[in-house]
């Protein structure tokens, strides 16, 4: 098959931040455990975890996403787990747990660091990210990559519409946006949605269910690549398909 | 005295959004007083709000603004006025508050509904807020206004470095910039150094200490009013001097 080449006159890239850029997912894998290891005691058959995600389910609308949400989350979830008779001492354990990860360096995925002031040279780069907007924010600042970035935005949600308002006041077109990110349902679906172009790259720890919608992302204008170091090589065109 | 005329070239107005479009203040302050009546049966001699804003004040670089930083605080506070004594039912109820700050209809204040849309014929309008994303994101869309700004910015902190990338984004000088809102530290004083201009709706509940820092404002660049739909006729000339 003579397929055309990928992403030709894409003249901005944007990048999500959490698990794209930097570890984020493992910290949050860690205090989940860290809560399954408390609440263990009071009630051995309790699914600690599905619990957690049904309250962030049900707090998703009034939190969105984010570590300070998270930590409300879990309080929520100890004490209804407990009912009610969670000591306020694990309580402060887990608002300790919450502030570690607020105060955690920045900790950049494996070739990150080499490859975007390669592609800076050859495109302007945007950061589009979602979650707390101050702990983006301090991100961004630590991971030593803002000067990269001709523009910052950080999003509540990740919609058409929200990616339309940035390629608008970027002055491009979709077909000149190519979005590269970890997650199909944020950085893959809205951008191709739009006639734009998107890398996939999975994060190890993601699972299916969380990371999206379908079990093998397929479209023209879809790559997937496992690091972000492969990203130059496909967009000079001599990396071929998808499969 | 001959004054020259207030912002005779201005083409775009910035708005804050708590306490200058909508009422917010209040909803903490209602909460604070929650938390002292909750707090105390424990320490009948403890300050508690001089407490909050100890928790507050040190976990700000961690949490910023907004109503899920509050709640965060308002429990460590909790724990630590009742040296871990106080029941997760009650930690339950803080979490409550915080979750119907978070739900509460947005209220705007007097004058803001008239004065907006006529403003909007002369002016290009910029929303530029600080809190919690999402929840600003909310706000702005239950206000009914959000049709009438150019720009919706939602900042961790307002700086003169953070206004100088929004005129630019915008494509105007700070002389050509008037910004709106209830705070001289975040409002008045950021623009003004760039050169910008001022108006200063204090908040009723807004103290002296919480709102900035001086003790009467003062600069050519700078005008206060009471409500904003003086706003008008301010713009027009009609109004003289601050005095």
Chains 1, 2 share one sequence.
Not at 29 to 35: F, H, K, M, S, V
Not at 38 to 62: F, I, K, M, Q, S
Not at 98 to 109: C, K
Request: aromatic fraction near 6%; charge should be negative.
């Amino acid at each position: 098959v003579n397929e055309d080449r990928f992403a030709p006159n894409v003249s901005v890239i944007g990048f999500d931040g959490d698990d794209t850029l930097w570890h984020s997912e493992d910290a949050f894998a860690r205090a989940q455990d860290q809560l399954v290891e408390l609440l263990a005691a009071y009630g051995p058959g309790t699914d600690v975890l599905a619990r957690l995600r049904e309250v962030e389910h049900r707090n998703r609308d009034l939190f969105g996403y984010g570590v300070k949400g998270f930590m409300l989350c879990m309080i929520e979830t100890a004490i209804e787990v407990t009912g009610g008779q969670i000591p306020a001492t694990d309580i402060e354990g887990l608002l300790e747990t919450g502030r570690e990860m607020l105060a955690r360096p920045v900790e950049l995925l494996a070739g990150v660091a080499g490859t975007l002031p390669l592609l800076a040279e050859r495109y302007r780069l945007a950061l589009i990210t979602k979650g707390d907007l101050l702990h983006q924010d301090t991100k961004i600042a630590r991971s030593g990559l803002a000067e990269l970035f001709e523009t910052v935005d950080v999003l509540s949600e990740k919609t058409s519409d929200s990616y339309l308002r940035i390629l608008r006041r970027l002055r491009i077109e979709p077909e000149q946006f190519l979005m590269v990110g970890n997650s199909e349902v944020s950085d893959v679906w809205p951008v191709v949605a739009l006639g734009g172009w998107s890398v996939l790259v999975p994060y190890p720890l993601t699972s299916l269910h969380e990371s999206g919608l379908s079990t093998r992302p397929s479209s023209p204008r879809l790559r997937t690549v496992t690091r972000i170091d492969e990203l130059p090589a496909l967009l000079s065109g001599s990396s071929g398909t998808d499969a």
